[in-house]
């Protein structure tokens, strides 16, 4: 399995990005794809996820900012992130979860800088 990242940068206070992840190589069909993200000297904290059935979830601090969408033709996710913060500053990992073995596989993350 191969998850790679992509769309970090830096961007204003109240701007947008989108970040990408492609993932290859999932032969189960049951697992979700979900967004991570790491700020300096804090834990790793889920924000989004979307499942094979489209289902989706978000942590408080993103929700109604940010979307996860799937393109499953591409075997890409995308996290639409809008009305940054400087808070939202972190490093962003794509994680493929696998239900049946309770297994992660991760990206190597994108930075993204909000600060004007």
């Known amino acids: 399995v191969q998850i790679v990242e992509s769309g970090g940068g830096l961007v204003q206070p109240g701007g947008s990005l989108r970040l990408s992840c492609e993932h290859s190589?999932?032969?189960?069909?049951?697992?979700?794809i979900r967004w991570y993200r790491q700020a300096p000297g804090q834990q790793r904290d889920l924000i989004a996820l979307?499942?094979?059935?489209?289902?989706?979830n978000y942590a408080e601090s993103v929700k109604g900012r940010f979307t996860i969408t799937s393109d499953n033709a591409e075997n890409t996710v995308y996290l639409q992130m809008n009305s940054l913060k400087p808070e939202d500053t972190a490093v962003y990992y794509c994680?493929?979860?696998?239900?049946?073995?309770?297994?992660?596989?991760w990206g190597q993350g994108t930075q993204v800088t909000v600060s004007s």
């Open positions: 994680n493929a979860h696998i239900y049946f073995f309770n297994h992660d596989y």
């Open positions: 190589g999932i032969t189960f069909s049951s697992y979700a």
């Open positions: 979307i499942d094979r059935t489209g289902h989706t």
